[in-house]
T-cell receptor, first 111, second 116 residues
Framework: EDQVTQSPEALRLQEGESSSLNCSYT??????LFWYRQDPGKGPEFLFT???AGEEKEKERLKATLTKKESFLHITAPKPEDSATYLC????????????FGTGTRLQVTL | DAGITQSPRHKVTETGTPVTLRCHQT?????MYWYRQDPGHGLRLIHY???????DKGEVSDGYSVSRSKTEDFLLTLESATSSQTSVYFC???????????????FGPGTRLTVL
């Protein structure tokens, strides 16, 4: 069975304190790994897609990396506006564009 | 922002009543999806569509049906709502795969449904 596990469940950082979120996956064949940001009361907002081990993508203070078993979302010098829940999802080969999501990491960045 | 709207945004209904949620897109994307989001479970796929009148089941499809008569509209129906269907429902759209690579899904703002 395809599984996606995110850790930690919740993370509290001070402004400027860099850290990483983890997404580990067990799938029969990975077609793509996706990162989303979700603010309270809103729909998930797309951040990155990663397709193969070794690939990296960056956007402002966020950097996503991918290995054969996990992905990391690195947050460098976070600001309070980075506070949100970050979701990881995988698309498995032969599943017609369906995504399997993890349960997310709730990030809070304080002053 | 991707042009996706959901209606209604909030609904309270009683057990046993039928409920229809609507998703409308202005992006002309081929794929449309319905998810539900519950604490501790993350987003789970209910049904999806890969074209007009072409639909298939997701992992939590029992008690739900869908219809897509036009590219831009995807309807989710709860034939007889139960309290276990209290949830936040999200619609998503995607172009599907291009050159063998997956395209990202874009999500709507969600519908909060409460079944009493």
């Amino acid at each position: 069975e395809d599984q996606v596990t995110q850790s930690p469940e919740a993370l509290r950082l001070q402004e400027g304190e860099s850290s990483s979120l983890n997404c580990s996956y067990t799938v029969s064949g990975l077609r793509g790994l996706f990162w989303y940001r979700q603010d309270p009361g809103k729909g998930p907002e797309f951040l990155f897609t990663l397709y193969s081990a070794g690939e990296e993508k960056e956007k402002e203070r966020l950097k996503a990396t991918l290995t054969k078993k996990e992905s990391f979302l690195h947050i460098t010098a976070p600001k309070p506006e980075d506070s949100a829940t970050y979701l990881c999802a995988v698309q498995v080969t032969g599943t017609a564009s369906k995504l399997t999501f993890g349960t997310g990491t709730r990030l809070q960045v304080t002053l | 922002d991707a042009g996706i709207t959901q209606s209604p945004r909030h609904k309270v209904t009683e057990t046993g009543t039928p409920v229809t949620l609507r998703c409308h897109q202005t992006e002309n994307h081929r794929y449309m999806y319905w998810y539900r989001q519950d604490p501790g479970h993350g987003l789970r796929l209910i049904h999806y569509s890969y074209g007009v009148k072409d639909t298939d089941k997701g992992e939590v499809s029992d008690g739900y049906s869908v219809s897509r008569s036009k590219t831009e509209d995807f309807l989710l129906t709860l034939e007889s709502a139960t309290s276990s269907q209290t949830s936040v429902y999200f619609c998503a759209i995607s172009e599907g795969q291009v050159s063998g690579r997956s395209n990202e899904q874009f999500f709507g703002p969600g519908t909060r449904l409460t079944v009493l």
